[in-house]
């Protein structure tokens, strides 16, 4: 891989963006593009908030939002830390909330990254919006899935606790 040039790191920087962010986005752009302006402009308090869909169904969310390393953290995260320490009541809320307060710093973290790296590897602004538009926006399906798939989980954790009460 070669090294990028200090131009071509400050046109990548630069390609960070309303208009690439909002395409990147797509629906519901404007709450992620104010939070970034707030943030970048140094306005923005300690806490930005919750997400509450991130509270409530956060695999889905992020499947939601294309975000499928993320997803599959937050999904396996909490099995594995069952596994380790079984019956250990004191890990599943704080992360909840934990993920729903830093659900939107996460993303536009996700969204400049992946912006960044296309607007590297795509010299021409045509293609680099026509890739940015493509890769970023939403997936229903993948949320679909994200639901089913925290259905599944759910049931499994009921089927246990059932198990252990009889």
Sequence with gaps: MTQKTGEELIAADMAVNVESLSAFIGPRAQTYVRHWQNTTAGARKFYSGIVWQVLLVPVPW???RKMYLAAAVVFF????FELLFPGNKVFGIPFAVAIAISAKDYYL???KTKIKKIAARY???EQQR???ARTGGVSWPAAIIGVVVMAVQVSFAIS???QKTH
Excluded: R
Excluded at 77 to 80: N, S, V
């Design 62 to 64: 992020l499947l939601y």
């Design 77 to 80: 995260l909490p099995i594995a």
């Design 109 to 111: 973290y996700h969204a």
């Design 123 to 125: 010299p021409d602004t």
């Design 130 to 132: 026509e890739k940015i």
């Design 160 to 162: 246990a606790i059932m």
